[in-house]
C-alpha cells in the first residue's frame, strides 16, 4: 500500500514538472516572436543563383523553393517575379501560391503574387521582392 503512494506522489510531482516546462516553452516562444522585427528579407540566395525554370512555374500561380526561401510566381504569362518566401509576420516560410495569392498557412496571411503586397492580415508589410532575370528558360536571381 504504501508503494502505491509513492507512485501516485511521484506523478504529481511529475505532472506538476510538465507544467512548469510548458510554460517556460510559452514564455521562451513569446520572446522569439518579439526578436523578428529585424527583417532584411530573410533570403540568403547569391546573386546568379538558379532558382529554378520557366516551365516549373505555373501561368497564374507559383512555386515555393523551400531551401532558398524564394518564392517564384507567373502572374501573366511570361512575367516571372520573385520574392522572399519568409512571411513578415513572424518569418516562416509562405505555403504555397494558389488562386492568385501567396499563402502564409501558418497564421493566414495572403500576398498578391504580383507585388509581394499584403492582401490579408495578419502580416503588416509586403514580401520582400527578390531581383530575377529569365535566361532562357532558367530563372536566375541577380
Ligand atoms: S508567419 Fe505568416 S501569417 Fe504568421
Known amino acids: 500500500m504504501s508503494s502505491l503512494g509513492q507512485v501516485r506522489a511521484s506523478r504529481r510531482i511529475v505532472f506538476h514538472g510538465l507544467g ?51 518564392v517564384v510566381t507567373q502572374p501573366t504569362e511570361g512575367e516571372f517575379m520573385a520574392f522572399t518566401a519568409v512571411c513578415t509576420h513572424q518569418q516562416l516560410l509562405v505555403g504555397s501560391v494558389e488562386d492568385g495569392v501567396i499563402h502564409c498557412d501558418n497564421h493566414g496571411s495572403e500576398f498578391d503574387l504580383a507585388s509581394g503586397e499584403v492582401t490579408k492580415g495578419p502580416a503588416g508589410s509586403a514580401l520582400a521582392e527578390v531581383r530575377i532575370e529569365v535566361d532562357g528558360d532558367r530563372i536566375v536571381t541577380t
Open 20 to 70: 512548469a516546462l510548458g510554460v517556460a516553452a510559452a514564455l521562451a516562444g513569446c520572446a522569439g516572436d518579439d526578436e523578428g522585427d529585424g527583417g532584411g528579407g530573410g533570403t540568403d540566395v547569391e546573386s546568379g543563383t538558379e532558382l529554378t525554370t520557366t516551365d516549373q512555374v505555373p501561368v497564374g500561380g507559383g512555386v515555393v523553393l523551400v531551401d532558398e526561401k524564394v
